[in-house]
């Protein structure tokens, strides 16, 4: 391979973008196998998904073939992925008659045929999460300073309430069984009034912590899935994706552009839930169910001119 093959620059690309989780793998103490077996497992899972959609025959040879690892290692990985498949299977039958909502799971959906086993999971897309995000970023929620309010449990005429936000996700989510399990997980906290409010560890979550990994998944994830499209797909089926840089600012010109991007940016986030939510409440009206999944984000990173000496 050249300089000028696609594959050459795929695989550079690749490289940019493993050291960077092996950078923080090793900060967590993972080892070069277990990174390892990782990548084999995502390997196999894309195949696999690219075998569904393309209405082929998922096999341990066709597996073999497309990835080039060996047959017992694919066999031993089908065998897990039929195991976690059937569980799921067994518990949505259990949940029956509940719309797919059960009070366990706080409501969490299950995932749709052929995502991995902790799509839903690692994308942040259970109901409570999805309080928690309308909490911190929808205007009926928020003060004037864009920080969320206390709420009381129960709907009432003048204001805001707990009820009426989880309502806001979903009419089929229980509203105390999401709250119970924000407060167990210390998300949420209980005022002497009656009211609650969110914990910082709601929408900051802990250093190294799940909700944290969980994010970095979530969000990279979907960031690296519509740079991935974008690489083949023709100019007017690109999704949207822009970035600012410099290589050569001053250590005041960093902050300052920090300093906007949290406050416009936030403002950008707040004004596109609005969005959505006005569009949102049309579609329902006029009948349309819906089916679609959509990620925005923003992102600022900075560091010194010479973090890369010696490299």
Not at 77 to 83: A, K
Request: net charge negative; proline share 3%; with cysteine.
């Amino acid at each position: 391979m050249t300089g000028t093959d696609p594959k050459h620059a795929y695989l550079q690309a690749t490289r940019r973008l493993m050291q960077q989780l092996a950078a923080g793998g090793l900060r967590l103490g993972l080892s070069h196998g277990q990174l390892e077996a990782g990548l084999r497992d995502a390997m196999l899972e894309a195949a696999y998904l690219q075998s569904q959609r393309s209405g082929g025959r998922v096999t341990v040879s066709s597996l073999h073939v497309a990835t080039g690892i060996h047959r017992r290692e694919i066999s031993r990985w089908l065998s897990g992925r039929n195991e976690v498949a059937a569980g799921e299977t067994g518990a949505g039958e259990a949940g029956a008659g509940e719309k797919g909502v059960g009070d366990a799971g706080a409501g969490e959906a299950a995932p749709a045929k052929g995502d991995s086993a902790s799509a839903l999971t690692l994308g942040n897309d259970s109901p409570s999460a999805r309080v928690v995000a309308r909490w911190t970023t929808n205007a009926g929620y928020t003060d004037a300073q864009g920080e969320p309010l206390a709420l009381p449990m129960q709907k009432r005429a003048d204001g805001p309430s707990f009820a009426q936000l989880v309502e806001d996700i979903g009419p089929e989510v229980r509203a105390r069984s999401v709250l119970d399990g924000l407060i167990a997980a210390g998300l949420v906290e209980a005022q002497a009034d009656g009211h609650f409010s969110l914990s910082a560890a709601a929408y900051l979550p802990e250093a190294n912590s799940t909700e944290s990994i969980g994010f970095l998944a979530a969000n990279v994830g979907d960031h690296l899935a519509a740079a991935i499209h974008n690489i083949s797909a023709p100019a007017d089926a690109r999704f949207f994706e822009r970035a600012f840089f410099d290589d050569d600012v001053s250590a005041e010109t960093v902050r300052t552009l920090q300093e906007t991007v949290r406050t416009e940016g936030m403002d950008l986030l707040r004004g596109l839930v609005t969005t959505s939510d006005s569009v949102e409440r049309a579609q329902r009206e006029a009948g349309d169910g819906g089916g679609q999944r959509v990620r925005i984000g923003l992102y600022c990173f900075t560091e010194s001119g010479d973090a890369d000496a010696g490299t």
